[in-house]
């Protein structure tokens, strides 16, 4: 188990132990201190996506300047593209924030894994990337449907008085559970496997993230894996890249830097347009921000991957 591997382990067992002192706000209302939580780890995640930049640089590819704005302004016309549609079919921007977000951080423990000479069972295909993407991004969420359900209200609080699809409380509540059931099964299972065959820092860390969905409110466990796992992981990543291709990190710096800054100022922008300083307001659009920055991030991280193998191989 790499150095990353444990830190992000004791961040997670800390916050799981934590947060049923100071942030078991129930289903009723929220605890104090979950809004700033969330808000800080989005914030902190920026910086892994704003990245992206540097895409070309990681790979030694000499674009023009034209060549690298137009790619820049398809990124941005997509990600605009996105945050307008999930505005305005709230159901459909949510449900593709859920999706690409298990496919997304499905791929990156594979990856990680596989980089970092422990990789996930091979017998369990794609399977292993599925599993890994389901227990840190829905079984948080159907674990604790009541607590998901005053986040999801507060996104769009439309739904409080017109749920989506007249859903029925209590046949939600129910397939939660049976899902939550389904999930932490597939990802002990995962484990145990990993374990019997060796896998011990990756079978440690998929069991640990399993109890911490099942045990902690939802809010933490996506908060913790957003700043302590996937971000750091991704960003070690590119700097293994940098080095492999023999590339100064500060240029890589330099663009991650400047993408979050123009990240920031948008999310600034939107809570300004939105007319409510709120810090409800400010993690509505923050949502809606990530949604559409998660589609051209995701196919950079694919592209990025696909030709780290060809490369490594």
């Given at each position: 188990?790499t150095?990353?591997?444990?830190?992000?382990?004791g961040a997670t067992?800390?916050?799981?132990?934590l947060?049923h002192?100071f942030?078991?706000?129930?289903t009723?209302?929220?605890?104090?201190?979950e809004l700033p939580?969330v808000l800080?780890?989005?914030l902190?995640t920026?910086?892994?996506?704003a990245?992206?930049a540097?895409?070309p640089y990681?790979?030694s590819?000499r674009l023009?300047w034209?060549?690298y704005?137009g790619l820049?302004?398809?990124?941005?016309t997509l990600?605009?593209l996105?945050?307008?549609?999930?505005?305005?079919?709230?159901?459909?921007?949510?449900?593709l924030l859920v999706?690409?977000?298990?496919a997304?951080?499905g791929a990156?423990?594979?990856?990680?894994?596989?980089?970092t000479?422990?990789?996930l069972?091979r017998a369990?295909g794609?399977?292993?990337?599925?599993?890994?993407g389901?227990v840190?991004?829905?079984?948080p969420?159907v674990?604790?449907p009541?607590?998901?359900?005053s986040?999801?209200?507060q996104v769009v609080?439309?739904w409080r008085?017109s749920?989506p699809?007249g859903?029925?409380g209590r046949?939600?509540?129910?397939?939660?559970?049976?899902?939550?059931?389904?999930i932490?099964?597939?990802g002990?299972g995962?484990a145990?496997?990993?374990?019997?065959?060796g896998?011990?820092g990756?079978?440690?860390?998929?069991a640990?993230?399993?109890?911490c969905?099942?045990?902690?409110?939802?809010?933490v466990?996506?908060a913790?894996y957003?700043a302590?796992?996937?971000?750091?992981?991704?960003?070690?990543l590119l700097r293994?890249d940098?080095?492999?291709?023999r590339?100064?990190?500060?240029?890589?710096?330099?663009?991650a830097a400047?993408?979050?800054?123009g990240?920031?100022?948008?999310?600034?922008?939107?809570v300004?347009?939105?007319?409510?300083a709120?810090?409800?307001?400010?993690?509505r659009?923050?949502i809606w921000?990530?949604?559409?920055?998660?589609?051209?991030h995701g196919?950079?991280v694919a592209w990025l991957?696909?030709?780290?193998v060809?490369r490594?191989?």
């Amino acid at each position: 188990m790499t150095w990353l591997s444990r830190a992000a382990v004791g961040a997670t067992a800390l916050a799981a132990a934590l947060s049923h002192l100071f942030l078991d706000g129930g289903t009723a209302g929220w605890a104090p201190l979950e809004l700033p939580l969330v808000l800080l780890a989005l914030l902190v995640t920026l910086p892994h996506g704003a990245a992206d930049a540097a895409a070309p640089y990681l790979r030694s590819l000499r674009l023009t300047w034209g060549t690298y704005a137009g790619l820049g302004l398809a990124y941005a016309t997509l990600a605009a593209l996105i945050w307008t549609v999930s505005r305005s079919v709230p159901l459909l921007g949510l449900t593709l924030l859920v999706v690409l977000s298990v496919a997304h951080f499905g791929a990156g423990e594979v990856t990680f894994h596989r980089e970092t000479g422990a990789p996930l069972p091979r017998a369990w295909g794609a399977s292993a990337g599925l599993i890994s993407g389901l227990v840190v991004v829905v079984l948080p969420l159907v674990a604790h449907p009541g607590q998901s359900a005053s986040w999801i209200l507060q996104v769009v609080p439309a739904w409080r008085d017109s749920p989506p699809l007249g859903a029925d409380g209590r046949l939600l509540m129910i397939a939660a559970g049976g899902a939550a059931v389904l999930i932490a099964v597939a990802g002990a299972g995962l484990a145990a496997y990993a374990w019997r065959t060796g896998r011990r820092g990756p079978a440690t860390e998929l069991a640990l993230l399993t109890a911490c969905a099942l045990l902690a409110p939802p809010v933490v466990t996506i908060a913790v894996y957003l700043a302590a796992w996937h971000s750091p992981r991704h960003l070690a990543l590119l700097r293994r890249d940098a080095a492999y291709a023999r590339r100064p990190l500060l240029p890589l710096c330099l663009a991650a830097a400047a993408a979050t800054a123009g990240a920031v100022v948008a999310l600034v922008v939107l809570v300004r347009l939105a007319g409510d300083a709120g810090l409800a307001s400010v993690l509505r659009e923050q949502i809606w921000l990530v949604t559409a920055l998660t589609v051209p991030h995701g196919l950079v991280v694919a592209w990025l991957d696909r030709t780290r193998v060809s490369r490594l191989s």
